[in-house]
Antibody, heavy 121, light 109 residues
């Protein structure tokens, strides 16, 4: 079955760069139509899509955060990495990674448990 | 960028009530609209994809409809376990955005 799990620091200082890793199983990011996305949720607030990478290395970013985000994949390790530069306290949120498949259910159908990242000095 | 609005932002209903949530896109998104349920402290769960398709394993009391800019999500008979926040989400291939609505919190009266 498909599983995803986020990992990374729980606390980062303002201006630092955040690096999060999504490690997944049950699918391959080399399969046509498959993607992995990142979504975040500040405490008590709504979901916000950040980025998505496709099997063919096509990358999509939220227009409002594009200048700060980089998404990459390591197909051999079944991992997707998201980096976000110049972190600010408003970036405090639970960060989720999720599976996307254009050939079946065109939605985020499997999600990780999420990881809470706090930005504070 | 495509913007999504949802209404109401919250609602309170009795067990067995029919509950309806609307989602509106700022431009035509065809049927590229999904619905998720999120319970406190949990990751979102996909309920409806492509506006009206029920995800496998999701109870049939959940349904979705609409196309273009106006969409509706319905719980035909509200159950205690349906207490959650519901989000719509659009996707478009060009330029490839995925936008969530602001959410609707559903409580039991």
């Amino acid at each position: 079955q498909i599983t995803l799990k986020e990992s990374g620091p729980t606390l980062v200082k303002p201006t630092q760069t955040l690096t999060l890793t999504c490690t997944f199983s049950g699918f391959s990011l080399s399969t046509s139509g498959v993607g992995v996305g990142w979504i975040r949720q500040p405490p008590g607030k709504a979901l916000e899509w950040l980025a998505l990478i496709y099997w063919d290395d096509d990358k999509r970013y939220s227009p409002s955060l594009k200048s700060r985000l980089t998404i990459t994949k390591d197909t051999s390790k079944n991992q997707v990495v998201l980096t976000m530069t110049n972190m600010d306290p408003v970036d405090t949120a639970t960060y989720y990674c999720a599976h996307w498949d254009m050939t079946t259910v065109t939605a985020f159908d499997y999600w990780g448990q999420g990881t809470l990242v706090t930005v504070s000095s | 960028d495509i913007q999504m609005t949802q209404s109401p932002s919250s609602l309170s209903a009795s067990v067995g009530d029919r509950v309806t949530i609307t989602c509106q896109a700022s431009q035509d998104i065809s049927n590229y609209l999904n619905w998720y349920q999120q319970k406190p402290g949990k990751a979102p769960k996909l309920l409806i994809y492509d506006a009206s398709n029920l995800e496998t394993g999701v109870p049939s009391r959940f349904s979705g409809s609409g196309s273009g800019t106006d969409f509706t999500f319905t719980i035909s008979s509200l159950q205690p376990e349906d207490i959650a926040t519901y989000y719509c989400q659009q996707y478009d291939n060009l330029p490839g955005g995925f936008t969530f609505g602001p959410g609707t919190k559903v409580d039991i009266k």
